[in-house]
């Protein structure tokens, strides 16, 4: 958003912007992501499968991942995923959703994972979008909606630091600075000549 914004581009498109960069399974949508996980394994055979899911993670060959996982920042247990786990089961239980099957699902296989050298030597406990997503199921907002939903908490503070960083006399546009360290092919045809 901040990028964005220091173009000088109007409020809604830098925000739209910070709404976009969000989007996908390793950030904003990482509880929509949990979730689809957990509604996978539940359609496997749920509790009863968690062990062959768990194999299929831990298989260098294979494409399943675990999903809300993991941090890049808390490298040990995320913090606000104790809170969300609290309130996860507080909002079930008022919601008489306490005996909800991806629930049970999600606590054993956060019990497994924790237990589980494989996982505990990488340092993969679960984070909030672990739970985040059950809870905003459970009272709910559509799944397609989730992102949306993580945007909107963040949206106050977005204008603020556009506000900010406008109304500073020494506002400069923003420039990424990247260092490309890859090898250069030479046999590179203009895209025009590929067509």
């Known amino acids: 958003m901040r990028l964005c914004g220091s173009s000088g581009t109007n409020p809604f498109a830098a925000i739209a912007a910070g ?3 969000l989007w996908g399974p390793a950030h ?3 509880n929509e992501a949990a979730l689809n996980m957990l509604e996978e394994v539940q359609k496997m055979g749920g509790v009863e499968k968690i062990g062959d899911f768990i194999k299929q993670v831990k298989d260098k060959n294979s494409n399943v991942k675990l999903m809300g996982f993991g941090h890049r920042v808390y490298k040990n247990y995320d913090p606000r995923a104790k809170l969300m786990r609290e309130t996860c089961h507080e909002v079930l239980d008022a919601l008489g959703k306490h005996n909800d ?3 049970k699902l999600a606590m054993e296989l956060e ?3 924790l237990e589980d050298e494989y996982f505990v030597a990488r340092k993969l406990y679960p984070n909030v979008d672990f739970y985040s997503g059950i809870v905003q199921r459970a009272i709910g907002i559509p799944v397609t909606l989730f992102t949306a939903i993580f945007a909107l908490a963040r949206t106050v503070g977005w204008i603020a630091q ?6 500073d006399p020494e506002y400069k546009i923003g420039r990424p600075r990247q260092l490309f360290n890859g090898s250069v092919k030479r046999d590179v045809q203009p895209i025009a000549q590929r067509v």
């Open 19 to 21: 709404v976009a960069c």
């Open 28 to 30: 904003g949508g990482a």
């Open 101 to 103: 099957p991806i629930l």
């Open 111 to 113: 019990k497994i994972a």
């Open 162 to 167: 556009l506000n900010e960083m406008i109304g």
